[in-house]
């Protein structure tokens, strides 16, 4: 019995929208990770980039649910000694809302270069304008 390896192909990939106006940051990102995987197609494999481009307009009105824009906090470390920082999901929606959408799929992804590579495919922007027109992207339930 032979094992079917299905060929990747940067000509096929597809891209999606999705108006984050009013959705759940959450869920929106389970779904958009999802996409960027290529768990929606037939092909599907887990050691291949199989996913498509995904681009997300309106990440500025993002919803969330409970008190996660005072109780979240996003941490990084500057290097130096006592360099730890921290932003509230509240404020780094004020701020940069892009990152909130960002870092909730980076945290949906498999850790490695496959994910980074499926990362890079996609593409958030605060307001409803976007560059991606001549791609003809296609809506995403």
Same mark, same amino acid.
């Given at each position: ?23 759940t ?18 092909q ?5 980039d ?10 500025? &009105?993002?919803?969330?649910? =409970? $008190?996660?824009?005072?109780? *979240? ?9 006592? +360099?730890? &920082?921290?932003?509230?999901? =509240? $404020?780094?929606?004020?701020? *940069? ?9 980076? +945290? ?34």
């Amino acid at each position: 019995m032979k094992t079917y390896v299905p060929k990747v192909d940067k000509n096929t990939k597809k891209w999606f929208i999705v108006d984050a106006e009013g959705k759940t940051l959450g869920r929106i990102a389970a779904k958009i990770a999802s996409v960027l995987r290529g768990k929606h197609t037939p092909q599907f494999a887990t050691d291949m980039d199989m996913g498509d481009f995904v681009v997300v307009v309106n990440a500025e &009105k993002i919803h969330f649910t =409970g $008190k996660k824009g005072s109780d *979240k906090i996003y941490y990084h470390h500057t290097g130096y000694i006592g +360099g730890i &920082k921290g932003i509230s999901l =509240g $404020k780094l929606l004020e701020t *940069k809302p892009e990152e909130a959408i960002k870092k909730a799929v980076w +945290g949906m992804l498999p850790s490695g270069p496959l994910a980074r590579d499926m990362f890079s495919k996609l593409k958030v922007y605060a307001g409803p304008n976007h560059p991606h027109e001549a791609q003809k992207p296609l809506p995403l339930q």
